[in-house]
Nanobody, 127 residues
Framework: QVQLVESGGGSVQAGESLTLSCVIS????????MGWFRQAPGKEREGIAR????????GYADSVKGRFTISQDNAKNTMYLQMNSLKPEDTAMYYC????????????????????WGQGTQVSVSP
């Protein structure tokens, strides 16, 4: 059974940093697209970063480009999202997701393209 488990969320002040982790278990991924999404209260879930496992560079939404970095550690089956210079508008539930067997071709990951999801981790940024 495939499982994605996020951790690392918390409450910080504007300008501070957090690193989210997503541990993937239940399958060995080679050609896949991994993504980070977020959903603020009353808003739709939005894609913010993605990484093609097995080739290609990362893609980011404009709202996080230059502040967030997506990466992965194959040996640990873990994906990360390093978040710097956090802003109050970054407050949301953050989710990791996997698109098994396919790459992503757009910089911004799309919810409909992903078929495996974690439960989310909350990030709150105060002014």
């Amino acid at each position: 059974q495939v499982q994605l488990v996020e951790s690392g969320g918390g409450s910080v002040q504007a300008g501070e940093s957090l690193t989210l982790s997503c541990v993937i278990s239940g399958y060995t991924y080679s050609k896949n697209c991994m993504g980070w999404f977020r959903q603020a209260p009353g808003k739709e879930r939005e894609g913010i970063a993605r990484l093609n496992i097995g080739g290609g560079g990362p893609g980011y939404a404009d709202s996080v480009k230059g502040r967030f970095t997506i990466s992965q550690d194959n040996a640990k089956n873990t994906m990360y999202l390093q978040m710097n210079s956090l802003k109050p508008e970054d407050t949301a539930m953050y989710y990791c997701a996997a698109r098994r067997g396919l790459y992503c071709y757009a910089d911004i990951p799309r919810v409909a393209d992903f078929n495996e999801w974690g439960q989310g981790t909350q990030v709150s940024v105060s002014p």
